[in-house]
T-cell receptor
Framework: DTAVSQTPKYLVTQMGNDKSIKCEQN?????MYWYKQDSKKFLKIMFS???????INETVPNRFSPKSPDKAHLNLHINSLELGDSAVYFC?????????????FGPGTRLLVL | AQSVSQHNHHVILSEAASLELGCNYS??????LFWYVQYPGQHLQLLLK??????LVKGIKGFEAEFIKSKFSFNLRKPSVQWSDTAEYFC????????????FGGGTRLMVKP
């Protein structure tokens, strides 16, 4: 069974479009995250979210917004896509808010903005 | 603020050679430490983690890491690498007062020659 899943796996789109990436976890975790991995493989946290608190990395443009319909899902919406948004986006989850639990990652969504 | 430094950006080894990848962190309080591996084209997988107790941590696939508090280090080791260990390795830190935010190092690309 897939623990953390993301769709789509690949996303190619034009500049200026709005797109969403979906993430689902079946681990019963209460906290989910979005990370961006650039072409140099550098990983940067974008958001941390549970049902009580959204923590936003202040460097993330407000064109990016997480939306959580329920505890098992955290979708990423991106408005007005720019060339620099091309990257791999990873969703992750962990067990306990504020706890030391390890994060488990999804397979990634490779976004290419043309 | 917490930060993580991986000094080796690229490592090339022959099969059966021993491996040690450096990881140093900067954080003033108690930390949780992780090593993740990313095989080519795949997502991040947890190799091992340290929360407390024995500073020598055993992970999957024969990897281990040692937490040396006085040196703020958490180096990854494997006595004998295999070609299948070719991957990108990421060290990550989460301070106990840092909410749920994991901070990743820049990664080390390991290539094992058959």
């Amino acid at each position: 069974d897939t623990a953390v899943s993301q769709t789509p796996k690949y996303l190619v789109t034009q500049m200026g479009n709005d797109k969403s990436i979906k993430c689902e976890q079946n681990l019963g975790h209460d906290t989910m995250y979005w990370y961006k991995q650039d072409s140099k493989k550098f990983l940067k946290i974008m958001f941390s979210y549970n049902n009580k608190e959204l923590i936003i990395n202040e460097t993330v443009p407000n064109r990016f917004s997480p939306k959580s319909p329920d505890k098992a899902h955290l979708n990423l919406h991106i408005n007005s896509l720019e060339l620099g948004d091309s990257a791999v986006y990873f969703c992750a989850s962990s067990q306990r808010t504020g706890g030391p639990g390890a994060q488990y990652f999804g397979p990634g969504t490779r976004l290419l903005v043309l | 603020a917490q930060s993580v430094s991986q000094h080796n950006h690229h490592v090339i080894l022959s099969e059966a050679a021993s491996l040690e990848l450096g990881c140093n962190y900067s954080y003033g309080g108690t930390v949780n430490l992780f090593w993740y591996v990313q095989y080519p084209g795949q997502h991040l997988q947890l190799l091992l983690k340290y929360f407390s107790g024995d500073p020598l941590v055993k992970g999957i696939k024969g990897f281990e890491a040692e937490f040396i508090k006085s040196k703020f280090s958490f180096n990854l080791r494997k006595p004998s690498v295999q070609w299948s260990d070719t991957a990108e390795y990421f060290c990550a830190v989460k301070g106990n007062n840092a909410g749920n935010m994991l901070t990743f190092g820049g990664g080390t690309r390991l290539m094992v020659k058959p």
